[in-house]
T-cell receptor, first 113, second 109 residues
Framework: DGGITQSPKYLFRKEGQNVTLSCEQN?????MYWYRQDPGQGLRLIYY???????QKGDIAEGYSVSREKKESFPLTVTSAQKNPTAFYLC????????????FGPGTRLTVL | GQNIDQPTEMTATEGAIVQINCTYQ??????LFWYQQHAGEAPTFLSY??LDGLEEKGRFSSFLSRSKGYSYLLLKELQMKDSASYLCAVSDSNYQLIWGAGTKLIIKP
């Protein structure tokens, strides 16, 4: 079955620690995205990548980093510089055609203690 | 600035019809998407409108008026499983999605 996987579903970390969230897709999509979702707010774009070895900052990139070494994988690192990292993180991918919808992974709920 | 407005919460009765509105102001327009999101889960695609008019897909329909910056999602024959948040998103001039905060729909028996 084709789809997007994110792991783990729930993640707990101590304040000051970096943590990497996994996102893998086998849909052969070129574009991949990371969003953050907080209660009462719309999805906010952290980073996106339209092709391997290239990525761009979204609206709230500060305190986050990404890599895109393989087409299938787009991991997100939440660094200690992110002031309020506790949130629901969603990864999405899209076929290269601009009018296509984005497909989402199941999300990772990160709690920083 | 860019802005998407939706009602925060709506309540409807099982078997009834509900209309969820979305108004937008964005830099450019390359289509409007509606997604459904159950609590704690991923958003799933419902519909896409790029031209004015009504798109019907089973119990769900979506309408767009580009001149008014307005869309609505119409849900008919409501079922308890339709209880979810409904997200409106506009594709801007760079084909990036600008998201509304979502409308939480509560279905009562």
């Amino acid at each position: 079955d084709g789809g997007i996987t994110q792991s783990p579903k729930y993640l707990f970390r101590k304040e000051g620690q970096n943590v990497t969230l996994s996102c893998e897709q086998n849909l052969n999509h070129d574009a991949m995205y990371w969003y953050r979702q907080d209660p009462g707010q719309g999805l906010r774009l952290i980073y996106y990548s339209q092709i391997v070895n290239d990525f761009q900052k979204g609206d709230i990139a500060e305190g986050y980093s990404v890599s895109r070494e393989k087409k299938e994988s787009f991991p997100l690192t939440v660094t200690s510089a992110q002031k309020n990292p506790t949130a629901f993180y969603l990864c999405a991918s899209k076929d290269g055609r601009d009018y296509n919808e984005q497909f989402f992974g199941p999300g990772t709920r990160l709690t920083v203690l | 600035g860019q802005n998407i407005d939706q009602p925060t919460e709506m309540t409807a009765t099982e078997g009834a019809i509900v209309q969820i509105n979305c108004t937008y102001q964005t830099s450019g327009f390359n289509g409007l998407f509606w997604y459904q999101q159950h609590a704690g889960e991923a958003p799933t695609f419902l519909s896409y409108n790029v031209l004015d008019g009504l798109e019907e897909k089973g119990r769900f329909s979506s309408f767009l008026s580009r001149s008014k910056g307005y869309s609505y999602l119409l849900l008919k024959e409501l079922q308890m499983k339709d209880s979810a948040s409904y997200l409106c998103a506009v594709s801007d001039s760079n084909y990036q999605l600008i998201w509304g905060a979502g409308t939480k729909l509560i279905i009562k028996p």
